[in-house]
């Protein structure tokens, strides 16, 4: 056979393989029966919490598995409680709301009190479940 060919064949075999493992035989009724589906469309949405500090101040936490990597690494770098805490906000608040932030002047406890909040909506949890666990560090 001419090389052009061969590749076709070849190609036709790969992707029958392929279709194979996607069908299975169903030996009792004879005949190919599409694998199972999950449908998970209803499950998956890309809205974003929000935690709302002031009547007129609210933002949006990024809560995506990028934004949430980037904070685990930041975890590991072993930096001081507070550095971490700015750091985590800037990637997970986004620059203008950090910014707002800290021209608010925030006592150590009020930072405090944004940055469990933020972790609630990140772990999917409630605002008093995320204290709790805050408070036995």
Known sequence: MTEPVEYGLNLIKLMFGALE????????KERFTMAKVIDI??????????VRISEDFEFEVNTSKNAVIKMQMLANENLPDIELMDEGLKILMGDEAYSRLEAMDLTVDGYKTVYTAVMACINNESFEDAAKRFQGK
Not at 21 to 28: D, G, I, M, W
Not at 41 to 50: C, I, V
Request: aromatic share 12%; proline share 6%; no cysteine.
């Open 21 to 28: 493992r996607v069908l299975f035989y169903n030996a009792k």
């Open 41 to 50: 469309t209803g499950k998956l949405t890309n809205e974003k919490p929000r």
